[in-house]
């Protein structure tokens, strides 16, 4: 473990590509709670350089849109090399290392084709489900996607108030239904690619396992992030109704709360990952009071069930 008050396992090892896939544990609910606090302890401990990726990664989003179809593509398809970045960054970090800039780099070097592959099929199944959304929901599912790429919001996302009909929000719900598992396979997939050597769709489904194996911790993650999201909200309202500079202050708090939460969900890639595959023994799971789930026979660090903790990913 590491000396400091993180309660955050060792970094994982470096680069194998030995194609072995390391079992993922399963973890108790709060754990999704603490992949968070991980994820900002990594941050706070290089505010600068966070900030610095963060501002690189808008340009290359920014530069992305003005190219029209094709950025948003490329950018799409390129987003599991910038994972792999995020994460050698945050290990950087987390060794008390500094940020080697390369890093951003290595998913160019190494496995670019499945990484880049599972961009690509990450792509597919968005355009498959709001292809089925659009079926289902009709002409409104249509209009509200429309919309929202009118005025730069997110894919599926309407700019401003759209008539809901109930086949409207059937198709919302069908939609969520599939693109949650769809993240959830992509969600470790480009750091089983590239720290084991796992080819895409592999990946793919070894993620979605893991993820499903871990669902009460990722639900908690979700919620924690929702309820942050929540709390500034209301901040922000109360912020707003000052006299005078109460907008100024809610706009200034905002710009705040992204440049923090923006590269803690990125890096809370890494610490997830982390915690789900590496040894049980640099993992203190034990030290987060969990009792609702604490003895559930399901959720134990021994996934193969032989009394036994799990081996260390392969050597390089």
């Not at 796992?198 to 793919?204: D, E, G, S, T, Y």
Request: charged share 10%; glycine share 10%.
């Amino acid at each position: 473990m590491a000396s400091d008050d993180r309660q955050v396992p060792e970094p994982m090892p470096e680069q194998t590509n030995s194609g072995s896939m390391p079992p993922a544990r399963a973890l108790r609910a709060l754990r999704g709670a603490q992949w968070l606090v991980n994820a900002y302890a990594i941050f706070r401990r290089n505010t600068g350089a966070w900030m610095l990726v963060l501002l690189g990664l808008l340009a290359a989003m920014v530069v992305s849109s003005l190219l029209q179809v094709i950025g948003p593509l490329v950018f799409g398809l390129l987003y599991p090399v910038f994972t792999v970045g995020v994460a050698l960054a945050a290990q950087d970090v987390d060794r008390g290392q500094p940020i080697v800039p390369a890093h951003f780099l290595s998913g160019f070097r190494s496995s670019t084709a499945d990484l880049v592959a599972i961009g690509g099929i990450y792509l597919v199944g968005q355009l498959l489900i709001l292809g089925l959304m659009m079926a289902i929901g009709g002409a409104g599912v249509a209009q509200g996607v429309a919309a929202g790429a009118a005025a730069g919001a997110p894919a599926g996302q309407a700019a401003g108030p759209v008539a809901v009909t109930g086949a409207m929000a059937f198709a919302g719900l069908v939609g969520l239904a599939l693109l949650v598992p769809l993240l959830l396979a992509s969600w470790f997939a480009p750091l089983l690619v590239y720290f084991h050597g796992q080819k895409a769709f592999p990946a793919l489904l070894s993620s979605l396992g893991a993820a499903v194996r871990n669902w009460r911790a990722f639900l908690v993650c979700f919620i924690s992030l929702l309820l942050v999201m929540l709390l500034a909200r209301l901040v922000v309202s109360v912020l707003a109704l000052l006299p005078a500079i109460g907008p100024l202050l809610a706009m200034v708090f905002l710009g705040a709360l992204i440049a923090v939460l923006a590269p803690v969900v990125l890096i809370a890639f890494y610490t997830s990952y982390v915690d789900v595959f590496s040894p049980a023994d640099d993992v203190d799971v034990g030290s987060i009071d969990d009792q609702d789930v604490a003895d559930d026979p399901q959720v134990t660090d021994d996934p193969q069930g032989t009394g036994q903790p799990p081996p260390p990913p392969a050597s390089p």
